[in-house]
């Protein structure tokens, strides 16, 4: 079984920033690639940011180009999140996910495992 743990939402102005953390653990991990996503209230899940674990290819989504930087460590199994420039719309709770397949990063339908989520609030 393999298993996420997200870490460091929170609470912070506009502007600010976080930075949040996945960790993956189990006995055999999806190495393909890692993915945020975010679900607001009364909205439906949304992509984010994702990242291939063997090259560290990236894919954005439009709304967070040049405030999100997602970032890996292979040797912890672990990925980052830094959010700058934090904007009030990006409040939502942000889960982690892990895929073992192939194809295009931003669909959902593509990753196998999901974190229990961690809540970010942007203030204005």
């Known amino acids: 079984q393999v298993q996420l743990v997200e870490s460091g939402g929170g609470l912070v102005q506009a502007g600010g920033s976080l930075r949040l953390s996945c960790a993956a653990s189990?006995?055999?991990?999806?190495?393909?690639?890692m993915g945020w996503f975010r679900q607001a209230p009364g909205k439906e899940r949304e992509f984010v940011v994702a990242?291939?674990?063997?090259?560290?290819?990236?894919d954005y989504a439009d709304s967070v180009k040049g405030r999100f930087t997602i970032s890996k460590n292979n040797a912890k199994n672990t990925v980052y999140l830094q959010m700058n420039s934090l904007k009030p719309e990006d409040t939502a709770v942000y889960y982690c996910a892990a895929s073992s397949r192939y194809g295009r990063m931003e669909v959902t339908a593509l990753y196998d495992y999901w974190g229990q989520g961690t809540q970010v609030t942007v203030s204005s």
């Open positions: 990242i291939t674990w063997s090259g560290g290819s990236t």
């Open positions: 189990g006995r055999t991990l999806p190495r393909s690639f």
